[in-house]
Structures are given as C-alpha cells and as structure tokens.
C-alpha cells in the first residue's frame, strides 16, 4: 500500500485544492480512495471537482469543518488530502441526504448502500463517517449504521462544520457535494486501529437531567438547568457560562467508567443550556474538569492505542474536536506533536477540526464530544 498526504493554505479553491492533491499524488499512481478535508473559505464544489480531475477514478470521501491538521500543524483555512494506493484495497461510498429528519433511517441507508453486493469483498475493515455536524440527533444516525454493520467493523469520523458561524457545512463522496447530509466510506483491505479518548474526569457530586428535549437541558437535578450547573460554580453569572461550559462539559459513564462527554454551548431566555449534541432526559452523570496535561497525556494515549500491532503505519487520520483546539490555544500544538510522535513522525497523516467526534471505547461506536478520534492504517 502506497500512502501520501498534501495540504495547502493557498486562497484560490483551485490553486489550493491542485497543490494539495498534486502533492499527495504521483503522476503515474491511481489512487483507490481518496480523503478530502477543507474549511469553509473555499467554494467546496469546485475544490471537489479539482480534486477529482487530480485524483481521477478515485473514491473520494470528506468534509468542510472547522480546520484541518497537517502532520503536527492545524490551520483554520486549508485543504488537506490523502491518497491511499493499492491492489489490495477494497472501497465502497454512500452519501445520504436528510440527516435532520431522520438520521436513524440515513443511517441504515447508509450501511445499506456499503453492503450492498456490488461492495462484496468489503466484509471488514474500518468505516468513515462524516455526518453534517449540525444536523440533529447524529447519534441516532450512527446507532442506524451500527445496527447493519453491527461489530465487524471499526468505526472513525466526525461532524462537519465551519468556522464556527454554525451557518452551513458540507458533506462529499466522488458522488457530489451535499449539506445535511451524511458521507460515509467503507475501506477493505487494510490492517486499521482506532482508539478515542479525551482526557476528562468527573468534578463534585453527579447531576440528574430530569428534562431534555433534543440538544436542549431543560432541567438539572429538578431545577432550570442554567441554575443547577450554576450552583456547583458558587452560582455564576450566565455571562461567564460560556468560560465555564468550555472548561467544564457534561459526563456520562458507560458500564465501563468510560465518559462520553457533551459540549454545552449557549443558555437560553428560559435558563434551558443548549448543548452541541443531544443529551437524554433522565441521564445520570457529572459536571467534568480537565488539566491541559491530562488532555494532551490522553492524546498521546489514543494515538498509541490506535497504532497498536501496526508493525509498520503507512497512514494516520485525526478528528480532534474544534472545542479542545479553542479550549487549548497555544498548547494545541503540544496535543498534535504529542500524537504525531506516538504514530511516527515520518507516517502521513493529516486530520480536521470537528464538531463532535465518532469512535468506540470497545466495539459500539458513538458521537462525542471535546473527544480526538484517531485511525492508524498500515501492516
């Protein structure tokens, strides 16, 4: 298998998408999938088709989000590419509209269109999923792939987004370009690892939410929510919730003590707390905290978890969740170093900025949040 990555910061969609794409591309290689993220400065159309034109007969899977990583940099405008190269490749895409109104069936229409007997050969491997991190209940659409694909399967991906105008995004296979909608890729053919992790640990006593509908907490422990997750802060104002909200998201634990996390984002006229991704009414779980060391320690963990018994990485691909880049600042740059030495500073590897991420603690995949994801592929 024959890997490359190329990125490029070039203003021009097409100078930029050309320099990328040349660059993780030979003249003479045709590549069998083709992996594509941009942000929002760029008309995703027509970097798409200059791609294309680059990548050829390509499958091609991406998205527009929030930043893309390059090796151990991150930049808030670019476009980033990775070609993988093999006869011994198997791929299949699907990109399914309608995420908001029903993710759930997106999601089995998805897995549907990746099993399907023109993708025979492809029964195992790792799946990529970039759903509109916008759309509503996203974690409905990976619980409908999973209930097809079930546990033979690895799982990786995250949320599109842009540069947190929260306006619109956009989702992409060889197919076309969409918005609320899902591009997913099953790749054949590789040894992959994943991992995910984020680093958060759960602060003071746990939190009942006894009302939510959707992404909005209406009530926390029987009271407005803005009120109870105020009260474990010496009651602060709803000016400073949006410092804590991003030191201090919501904890959930799994039979294993593992947290998934959820971002609160925004509190509402009502004292309700809108959260990025939706939360269930009657969860039971903490208010978190997290040092910059612990987050970057857990990175590097991910990253090593993820390029466990890959005797020789030939690609790396990272969905670090845009919150932790905002949260971290100048310390970001310490998460990326940190990752990109656990993998292997000569293994290609590029990655984006998401609005929640998709991995596995075990085997059942899920949509996270202030969480990186990490797929390591090679022998």
């Not at 003249?27 to 929002?40: A, C, G």
């Not at 998805?110 to 492809?122: D, F, N, Y």
């Not at 105008?165 to 989702?171: A, D, E, G, P, V």
């Not at 903490?286 to 018994?309: P, S």
Request: hydrophobic share 40%; proline share 4%; charged share 20%.
């Amino acid at each position: 298998m024959h890997t490359a990555t190329g990125y490029s910061i070039l203003e021009n969609p097409v100078e930029a998408a050309t320099e990328a794409a040349s660059k993780a591309l030979h003249p003479s290689e045709n590549p069998v999938l083709t992996i594509l993220f941009t942000t929002d400065a760029y008309d995703q159309r027509l970097v798409v088709d200059t791609v294309k034109e680059v990548t050829r007969t390509s499958h091609l899977i991406g998205m527009c989000a929030g930043g893309i990583i390059a090796g151990s940099q991150a930049f808030r405008q670019g476009i980033a590419v990775l070609t993988l190269t093999s006869d011994t490749l198997r791929v299949a895409t699907s990109l399914q509209t309608g995420l908001s109104n029903n993710p759930f069936d997106v999601g089995v229409r998805a897995a549907e269109v990746l099993l399907a007997p023109t993708s025979r050969g492809c029964d195992d491997g790792i799946v990529f999923m970039f759903p509109d991190g916008f759309g509503a209940n996203i974690a409905e659409m990976v619980r409908g792939l999973y209930s097809k694909m079930g546990p033979s399967y690895k799982y990786l991906g995250g949320g599109a987004g842009d540069n947190l105008k929260f306006f619109r995004t956009y989702q992409f296979t060889e197919a076309g370009v969409e918005t609320d909608a899902v591009a997913v890729a099953l790749l054949s053919g590789a040894h992959v690892g994943t991992s995910v992790g984020h680093g958060w640990k759960p602060h003071g006593e746990r939190i009942v939410i006894t009302e939510a509908k959707g992404k909005k907490i209406l009530e926390i422990d029987g009271q407005p929510a803005f009120n109870a997750y105020a009260a474990r802060f010496r009651n602060i104002t709803i000016e400073r919730f949006p410092e804590y909200g991003m030191k201090h998201p919501l904890g959930f634990s799994d039979i294993s003590g593992n947290y998934l996390i959820r971002d609160p984002l925004s509190v509402n006229a009502d004292k309700s707390i809108d959260c990025v991704t939706e939360v269930p009414s009657k969860a039971i779980g903490h208010i978190m905290h997290g040092r910059m060391e612990d987050l970057i320690e857990t990175a590097e963990k991910v990253a090593r978890e993820a390029a466990r018994g890959i005797s020789q990485p030939a690609f790396a691909i990272i969905c670090d969740c845009i919150s932790r880049y905002l949260l971290m600042g100048d310390e970001f740059s310490k998460e990326l170093h940190a990752i990109q030495t656990a993998i292997g500073e000569a293994v290609p590897t590029i990655g984006v900025l998401t609005f929640g991420e998709v991995g596995a603690f075990v085997d059942v995949p899920f949509f996270h949040n202030k969480t990186v994801a990490i797929a390591v592929g090679g022998r």
